[in-house]
């Protein structure tokens, strides 16, 4: 294998260009030629590709997004766009590939590898957490320390107001966020996807801290908790509770956005090289990922298929340290 192709797809995390920089020059390492693919799936449709030199990925292990452009490519699911982004890679040589992104991407390319033969190899690029074979997903710590920075803001603000807020963070179907910034931001009370937990329950919760005097609350609301967002979860709350002073923040996507920590660094330079040398030793329909501080390779299959859960010990803490 002498050229490969590297792209990032699905929504941006902080990170990813740091990994962009780890592929491209683990490539010219080997002796491999590295071609940037822009916009993801919907850039290998359009043949959106160049080669990339040492350069060309110079200055921006602390940028935040992706010098590569993300896009969600409808086009994508339908074979004869699939049949025109391999005969682009063709074009240019391009034997394997490693994708950056989440479940979908590797979706994407688990289906391109089995309809043409491409070798693909995923780096996990994903604020959520959400996919197995690996501790972390880049992007993650940078995400949970931007909506710690902002939980800590507001708690000053509901310390000064006697007031309750809920405060909605990313993570549709994963809690991991919003555990995180919830622990780390000492909430009394966390609500994420993977647990149920009633609106009895956060209305007691807040009731025994404002009985000991506690005048003001965190609720950290994962957006695909099963009682609804931070709107619909406050709204419950008031009719339980009746005349206390509630806000609502909702963080959004302020929460992909900034540079990368250095944990997030750290991470995408492993993961980066550890896709490429994956594809180089072989692997394919794998993602790399780190465990127990190792890097190891997971089958797509397993990656998108098996649920992450949320550890129990971590729920617990935050029942411990919320009294």
């Not at 590297?6 to 990170?15: C, Q, R």
């Not at 800590?152 to 809690?175: L, N, P, Q």
């Not at 919003?178 to 937990?197: K, N, Q, R, S």
């Not at 206390?244 to 996507?253: C, F, K």
Request: hydrophobic residues 40%.
């Amino acid at each position: 294998m002498d050229k490969i192709g590297i792209f990032t797809s699905g929504g941006d995390a902080p990170g990813m260009n740091a990994c962009i920089r780890a592929a491209v020059r683990t490539c010219l390492f080997h002796h491999v030629v590295p071609f940037g693919i822009y916009r993801g799936y919907q850039g290998l449709i359009e043949n959106e590709i160049e080669e990339l030199n040492s350069r060309s990925v110079g200055n921006i292990v602390q940028r935040g997004g992706t010098i590569l452009k993300s896009a969600r490519s409808e086009e994508f699911f339908k074979k004869g766009p699939r049949e025109r982004a391999f005969k682009n890679l063709k074009a240019h040589g391009i034997q394997g590939i490693v994708a950056i992104g989440g479940n979908g991407t590797f979706s994407g390319a688990k289906v391109f590898h089995e309809e043409f033969g491409i070798p693909v190899v995923g780096a996990p690029g994903t604020i959520d957490n959400d996919l197995f074979g690996t501790d972390f997903t880049i992007g993650f710590d940078s995400a949970v320390n931007t909506a710690l920075d902002a939980i800590d803001k507001i708690r000053d603000t509901a310390s000064s107001h006697d007031r309750i807020f809920f405060i909605e963070v990313m993570g549709r179907d994963s809690g991991y966020i919003a555990i995180y910034t919830g622990v780390g931001g000492g909430a009394e009370i966390i609500l994420v996807p993977e647990t149920l937990t009633s609106i009895e329950e956060v209305s007691d919760v807040l009731k025994r801290g404002w009985n000991r005097s506690k005048r003001s609350s965190i609720v950290v609301v994962a957006e695909g908790d099963e009682e609804g967002g931070s709107i619909e979860v406050s709204s419950k709350v008031k009719k339980l509770m009746g005349k206390m002073d509630y806000r609502i923040s909702i963080l959004g996507h302020i929460q992909r956005g900034g540079k990368p920590t250095a944990a997030d660094r750290m991470l995408a330079g492993r993961l980066g090289i550890g896709a490429v040398e994956g594809l180089l030793y072989g692997r394919n329909c794998h993602m790399a990922g780190i465990m127990n501080n190792e890097l190891k390779y997971t089958s797509f299959d397993d990656a998108i298929n098996k649920k992450k859960p949320i550890h129990s010990d971590l729920l617990k803490m935050n029942e411990i340290l919320s009294i």
